[in-house]
């Protein structure tokens, strides 16, 4: 039942979502290549926002559970709205062909590893707003294919979700030796299943021992092994697993981050502002701060009685929220907390006139402004 409102739920999310197909010309290939492009909701009237891209390889079957899953997670915040392009692989072993000396893509896999860089991204860019973060999802032979793109410098990709994949010879140690020097921020995540073809399976666990194993700061690597999931059902677990853990930075603060990073800060205003920034300097997204994000932070300055860090909040709300009540009720608090209680009540008062944010109306205003004045007789 629940996988059943699951999939009715995506479904439902998926036709809300603009899908077009397009035909890509090539110069690396002996023909243009048919792509399915699903943009971001309000994409047409939102003109000034550019969206980071998801490649999907395998997208005569793999396109429509991630672009479901992109529009599902952007849809509640949870990742960025993105702009996902699943290329067509009339014959997909042509196009993950690899020498069998060098183990390097050849012939067809050379031709369409090119088309992706060197035809598919500029025709992207001319058409879209494209922010400066990619992400490339493949199933076993197009996920081992993807991984050469790590071996550009920089690579094509930021994000890899390699789902069961099959692995040329020598691929874990050439990622192995990659990340563990990459100065280039890496997220890379890798699922099989307790079902899954073992051979495939065994080479994933050996290529996850490997990178499990890395230090390395600039690569943030994630694993799933899927109890009962054959070589096909794992990818219904697996692609939504991977877009929560490579955006978990980017979603509203949950009660775990409120709980263990925030109230843990030494400055719960600092961790809003750093979190925004790692956003906008990841993805190339430079979002409002979300409402909910200004009040979580809000209740930990308050049990931190940091009324500095209060007035800093207020400051950013009016710049963020300037028709609301929030940046006048975070600069009260701030006064309140250091005493000077007469400016928080006018400051309270001036702001009635505003609009409410969240759970901040003015009847809450209205009633410390109103217990000032009987505390203090003003």
């Known amino acids: 039942m629940k996988k059943t409102l699951l999939l009715l739920l995506l479904f439902s999310s998926f036709l809300n979502a603009q899908v077009l197909y397009e035909t890509v010309p090539s110069t690396n290939l002996s023909e243009s290549r048919q792509v399915k492009i699903q943009l971001p909701r309000n994409y047409e009237t939102i003109k000034d926002k550019n969206y980071p891209v998801i490649v999907v390889l395998d997208a005569d079957y793999l396109f429509e559970p991630v672009a479901g899953n992109v529009d599902y997670y952007s849809y509640w915040e949870d990742m960025p709205q993105a702009i996902v392009v699943g290329v067509m692989q009339p ?57 050469y793109y790590l071996m550009k410098n920089p690579p094509l990709f930021n994000a890899y979700i390699s789902l069961s994949p099959d692995l040329a010879p020598q691929m874990t140690e050439r990622l192995t030796d990659i990340l563990q020097k990459t100065e280039n921020k890496i997220f890379y995540y890798q699922a099989t299943g307790t079902e899954d073809i073992e051979a495939l399976r065994e080479s994933t666990q050996v290529l996850h021992i490997a990178l499990q194993n890395i230090e390395n700061t600039n690569l943030k690597y994630y694993f799933d092994d899927f109890e009962n999931a054959t070589h096909y059902t794992l990818a219904g677990k697996a692609i939504p697993s991977a877009l929560e853990q490579i955006f978990s930075v980017y979603r509203p603060i949950t009660k775990k981050e409120f709980q263990e990073d925030i109230l843990t800060a030494e400055s719960p205003f600092n961790y809003l502002t750093e979190k925004y920034e790692i956003i906008e300097n990841l993805f190339g997204i430079k979002d409002k701060i979300r409402i909910n994000d200004f009040i979580a932070i809000a209740a930990a300055l308050e049990k931190k009685a940091d009324w500095d860090g209060f007035e800093n909040l207020g400051k950013l709300a009016r710049k963020e929220y300037p028709e609301t009540v929030l940046g006048a009720y975070y600069l009260g608090r701030s006064y309140e907390g250091n005493g000077d209680t007469k400016k928080a009540m006018r400051t309270y008062e001036s702001a009635l006139v505003l609009k409410s944010a969240g759970d901040v109306d003015k009847d809450i205003l209205m009633a410390r402004a109103q217990r000032i004045k009987d505390d203090f007789g003003y």
């Open 91 to 147: 014959n997909r072993m042509f196009d993950t062909q690899y020498d069998d000396g060098n183990f390097l893509p050849t012939e067809q896999g050379a031709s369409f590893f090119n088309f992706i860089g060197q035809d598919l991204f500029p025709w992207l860019g001319k058409k879209y707003r494209l922010a400066p973060f990619n992400l490339i999802v493949g199933h076993d032979a197009t996920a081992g294919f993807a991984n």
